[in-house]
């Protein structure tokens, strides 16, 4: 119920109606040739709200790229500010098509982010496997969950004017999940990961 009643918040209208046929392994479906567009993303966590904005393309059957922007607002202090830019290529395995009833697919996953909070540099590559999930519910509605658990590759950079530049580097475990409803031209979803311990809505289009 109140997972239902986020969702309802981040409605989103799509120019396309939705193939099962798409690529499923990241939460929304796409074609080949079909772009995405997420315009109203935000989200929770221990310390801050974060507004993002998403636009991706399936540029053939199986591979989709992805660019995006993060407004980061402190909890703690609202005049604390951050920003990041993120990519993402993946390649779509079909494991299950339509024409069996539900799709499956899996595809490995690779991103460059970088961003900052006050003064430290970040910057983060993530990589790892997606798997996704298209079940038809009937009159043009799909429920599309997906998981993508991954390895990110962490390194900081802090210029102080009393210590210098300080840089450090980490690996780290890494999730991002979720499950997005598109029913006709509607798409609405829920979002998990690790970063913070965030939950967000998301809605947006497909065009």
Not at 24 to 35: D, E, I
Not at 164 to 189: C, E, P
């Amino acid at each position: 119920m109140k997972i239902t009643a986020l969702c309802a918040l981040a409605l989103s209208l799509s120019t396309v109606c939705v193939e099962l046929a798409a690529q499923v392994c990241l939460g929304t479906p796409l074609n080949a040739g079909q772009n995405q567009g997420m315009l109203g993303v935000s989200s929770w966590s221990d310390y801050g709200t974060n507004y993002d904005i998403n636009l991706g393309r399936m540029v053939s059957p199986e591979l989709s790229l992805k660019a995006g922007y993060t407004l980061f607002q402190s909890e703690s202090s609202p005049t604390i500010f951050g920003h990041r830019f993120s990519t993402e290529a993946a390649y779509e395995k079909t494991l299950k098509s339509r024409d069996s009833g539900t799709a499956i697919s899996v595809c490995p996953v690779v991103g460059l982010n970088f961003g900052r909070i006050e003064a430290p540099w970040e910057v983060w590559i993530p990589f790892g496997a997606a798997l996704g999930f298209g079940f038809p519910l009937g009159h043009g509605a799909v429920l599309n969950p997906y998981a993508n658990p991954r390895v990110e590759w962490w390194k900081t950079t802090i210029d102080s004017p009393f210590y210098g530049q300080y840089t450090s580097t980490l690996f780290a475990w890494g999730f991002v999940g979720g499950v997005n409803l598109i029913i006709d031209r509607y798409v609405v979803g829920a979002r998990i990961s690790d970063a913070g311990d965030t939950f967000g809505v998301v809605g947006g289009m497909i065009f």
